[in-house]
């Protein structure tokens, strides 16, 4: 049994290193012109890389006896796997490398960032034990992907028609989006690198202990020890648990944004959106709104499935409600709303294009805080995941 | 005299008929074929700007996005069903998170959900679904009901999709129409193909679900539809559920916790990390009894219904109500005994009760002691003794000892004995106490859950319907000059409808070749 549970692991390192290939590979068909083997090649590593982590999927369940989606570490690689998933769906309709590849990205760092999370098998408290925690946490998580695709059709749109050569609010924003793109790049690797030379710090406040895994710039307002000789206290109002540490880990991935940008702009010499806008511009606008209209028309009921009414049967049987308010579900109320809304605001005269991409920037930001931040910042039922 | 091309009015000035339709038309996008909705009517009573308010898409979504920020506005400090039991939340909101939280709770967003505004925004949106919902649906029903196969030139000029064609023969045309699953009609030599017009009644299916939910949201307010209890049960004791007319009793005869393995090589790893137990199970073994007559006190008539085993994930269902395990308490103290010595070195046992403490106990070598005072779950809070709840958890007792003569105030818990008189003349503490196991059983009637299911069932049969299919069509009409005009018009996604038509007419082109 423990050789499934190491070949599951590594399974799922397969899949990372295929993903990695995917991009490389897809990265290098948007540069280039036509050529449809190139594109195959790419589908098809990912698609490789696909079929590993689904092996990781069900080694992982069949080894621990339940479905993988009851932790952060395993909804975030089951959010990136249906990412991917949907992605590869995609590809064969409208076959963009340029897509393919932002999709992409944005699902190794989902993937990266679940790896930062505690990966133990870990058992299943009571209220967990029910079919539906799968049932209801692979059609979230499956509708939620949909939904991020209409986000990367929007940010290519905007890409597409946001005019570089002026200086303005928009060009501005797509840095802006770049930033956070690059910050949770500078994350991974600072995390990574830490990890690999074992640096952990400790920081005793008045009442406990925190070990730092980044250095402890930012330590909690009542710090007795720490190791740095530089550091800022937290406000005292930051109350949350392991607040300043994460706080920490924000500032340390920002810096690291930061310099990744600067380094990028300085060897580019232009806004990055002023680089990439050549390349999307290859791509035909009418079909990136497509591609995002038709991608919310069909992940907002495949989310409403799983991530209301599914979840709204199980909470009836596990919590004895059906709706009580929890932070994790009115987030996924937010979210419904505002797809919702969406759906609404395009029909009106003036909200198709631009704006409405920029809606989809909006909704993937509330879909990525009900992911993290909900869990992270707002202590809740849905703590475990 | 021209007619206008879209309400085929003849008799009004032909250019204000139009200018108006094609107001219409640069609004609404040819939705409903050009028609009036009774929102636009130009009647001006209160009645109309109300229902004109409310039809109105653009208004219907700022009453969305305000519940929309309302709604996540709840979420930033906890609300207060989530505070610590046993908390007074104006003093948590002002603790924990100073002035903010101060102003937090000052303006009751501590309950935002059940504020009356909330109701009300919800009440709204209820009141945009279905107007807006009847003021579309019966033009749009009468404009694809009769449908006219021949159109007016102009008309078929306003659609996004035109096609001029020379087509000699239109049957083959037809034909690769009706396999794409087009269903054609004809009149004359024009031709109307459409296909999935069901998609045009999704939004109103929909939002019939939608108006489902929301009045079995306004049922449950009363009794009849909604009742819950919650009971505190200790093991082999029997309770009554409230508001059942005392028909209804439920004896826990035994609850247990079930924890994993911390040796299983499975779960070390985890367990360790968590640096607790992890519990396994919840499950509370049960027997329901029901009585028509209930004598009260009288238990012999108590006709058992049903004896089962409710867990978390497993309610259970019986007379019409559902009990769910949700809570316990693991060794409350059922009972503690102290034991006096006084200067002599004769002892008195003083054993009290914590559910039913005595007021007063006659104690050997003749002595008495009063209960003054009773805290289930004892803290200090300066130097207050509060309790932080009614479970006898850390439970804490004022008592008067007397042997007639001296009287002495003691403060007597598990953990600690202080006199508080200060003369020390007897020497008390505790030497023994029983526990007990607690299960907290939720109990519920909930008859607005078929209701909700059936408003969530229609709703996703409204959105699929609405949102996997598009309404097509397409209108072949044959000009003076002998050539024919193809016009398309589709609900959404444009482009490929487009890309659709195109093909069809492409394949036509292939086959006319042959």
Avoid at chain 1, 52 to 61: A, D, E, H
Avoid at chain 2, 131 to 151: C, V
Avoid at chain 2, 412 to 438: K, M, Q, W
Wanted: with cysteine; glycine share 6%.
């Amino acid at each position: 049994m423990e050789k499934l549970h190491l070949l599951s692991g590594q399974l799922l390192e397969a899949a990372f290193i295929s993903y990695l290939a995917g991009v490389i590979l897809f990265a290098w068909a948007a540069a280039r012109r036509k050529q449809l083997k190139l594109w195959k090649l790419a589908w098809g590593i990912t698609a490789l890389g696909w079929l590993s982590q689904l092996g990781f999927f069900i080694l992982r369940w069949v080894y621990s006896g339940h479905a993988p989606v009851s932790n952060l570490f395993e909804f975030m690689t089951f959010f990136g796997m249906m990412m991917v998933l949907v992605l590869l769906i995609v590809y064969r309709f409208y076959p963009y490398p340029l897509f393919a590849l932002l999709a992409l990205i944005i699902a190794i760092l989902i993937i990266g960032c679940a790896a930062m999370f505690p990966q133990e098998v870990a058992p299943l408290v009571p209220s967990l034990q029910s079919h539906w925690l799968y049932i209801h946490v692979t059609t979230a998580a499956l509708g939620e992907a949909v939904l991020s695709i209409s986000f990367f059709a929007g940010f290519l749109y905007i890409l597409h028609e946001t005019d570089q050569t002026k200086q303005h609010k928009s060009a501005w924003a797509i840095e802006g989006l770049f930033l956070v793109l690059l910050s949770v790049i500078g994350y991974m690797v600072l995390a990574f690198l830490f990890r690999i030379t074992g640096y952990t710090a400790v920081v005793t406040t008045a009442g406990e202990t925190v070990i730092y895994q980044l250095p402890p710039l930012l330590v909690p307002h009542d710090t007795v020890t720490s190791v740095l000789p530089v550091q800022i206290s937290a406000a005292a109002w930051m109350r949350g648990e392991n607040a300043a540490q994460q706080l920490n880990t924000v500032i340390f991935s920002v810096i690291a944004g930061v310099f990744l940008y600067i380094v990028i702009s300085a060897i580019v010499r232009k806004r990055i959106g002023a680089v990439l806008q050549p390349l999307v511009q290859k791509l035909p606008k009418e079909a990136l709104d497509d591609i995002g209209y038709r991608a919310v028309a069909i992940g907002f009921p495949i989310f409403t499935l799983g991530a209301l009414i599914f979840a709204m049967i199980w909470a009836q049987q596990a919590w004895d409600r059906f709706w009580g308010w929890d932070p994790k579900e009115v987030w996924a109320l937010v979210t419904w709303l505002f797809y919702a809304a969406f759906l609404h605001i395009r029909m009106l005269k003036g909200w198709q294009g631009i704006r409405s991409a920029w809606l989809l920037v909006i909704g993937f930001c509330i879909i990525l805080f009900n992911l993290l931040a909900v869990n992270l910042l707002i202590a809740g039922l849905h703590a475990y995941a | 005299m021209r007619q206008c091309p879209v309400c085929k009015k003849e008799k009004q000035q032909s250019e204000e008929c139009c200018s108006q339709c094609e107001e219409q038309q640069r609004n609404w996008d040819m939705r409903y074929d050009g028609a009036i909705r009774k929102s636009q009517q130009q009647k001006k009573t209160i009645i109309d700007t109300i229902w004109r308010f409310f039809s109105s898409v653009r208004n219907g979504m700022y009453i969305l996005i305000v519940t929309l920020l309302a709604t996540a506005l709840g979420t930033i400090l906890p609300q207060r069903a989530y505070i610590p039991p046993g908390t007074i939340p104006e003093e948590f909101y002002a603790s924990q998170y100073g002035l903010f939280g101060r102003l937090y709770h000052y303006f009751r967003f501590d309950m935002l959900y059940s504020s009356w505004w909330y109701m009300t925004l919800l009440g709204l949106l209820g009141a945009s679904i279905l107007i807006s919902s009847i003021d579309r649906f019966f033009p749009l029903y009468r404009a694809l009901k009769k449908q006219p196969i021949k159109r007016h030139v102009s008309f078929l000029r306003h659609q996004k999709y035109i096609r001029e064609l020379d087509v000699q023969a239109p049957a083959l045309l037809v034909k690769e129409m009706t396999d794409k699953r087009y269903r054609v009609r004809q009149d004359g030599e024009d031709f109307l193909a459409e296909k999935n017009r069901f998609a045009r009644w999704g939004p109103y299916v929909n939002h019939i679900g939608l108006l489902f939910i929301l009045t079995a949201a306004f049922l449950r307010l009363f009794p009849f539809f909604y009742q819950d209890s919650f009971l505190w049960i200790r093991d082999e004791e029997i309770a009554v559920v409230p508001n059942t007319n005392q028909s209804l009793f439920i004896k826990n005869e035994r609850f247990l916790v079930d924890t994993y393995n911390a040796d299983d090589p499975k779960f070390r790893e985890a367990i360790k990390l968590e640096g607790r137990t992890i519990p396994k199970s919840f499950t509370t073994d049960i027997s329901i009894f029901q009585t028509e007559k209930h004598v009260a006190g009288d238990m012999a008539d108590l006709d058992l219904l049903l004896q089962t085993q409710v867990g978390v994930n497993h309610p259970v269902k019986a007379a019409g109500y559902t009990i769910y395990q949700s809570g316990y308490q693991l060794n409350e103290l059922s009972s503690l005994t102290f034991r006096a010595i006084n200067e002599a070195g004769q002892a008195a046992d003083i054993t009290i009760d914590t559910k039913n403490p005595d007021t007063e106990y006659q104690l050997e070598n003749g002595l008495r002691a009063v209960l003054v005072d009773y805290y289930p779950d004892y803290q200090l809070d300066g130097d207050k003794v509060i309790t932080v709840s009614k479970f006898p958890r850390n439970p804490a007792f004022v008592l008067e000892i007397t042997d007639g003569e001296h009287t002495e105030s003691v403060f007597a818990a598990l953990d600690e004995v202080v006199s508080e008189t200060g003369s020390n003349r007897y020497n008390i503490s505790a030497v023994d106490f029983e526990t007990h196991h607690v299960t907290g059983l939720s109990v519920k009637r909930d008859r607005t859950l078929p209701v909700f299911l059936l408003g969530g069932i229609i709703f996703m049969i409204g959105l699929i319907q609405g949102l996997y299919w598009q309404h097509r069509r397409l209108w072949l009409h044959k000009q003076q000059d002998g050539t024919y005009l193809l016009a398309g018009h589709t609900n959404k996604h444009t482009s490929s409808f487009e890309k659709e038509a195109d093909r069809m007419l492409d394949n036509y082109r292939k086959g006319g070749e042959y």
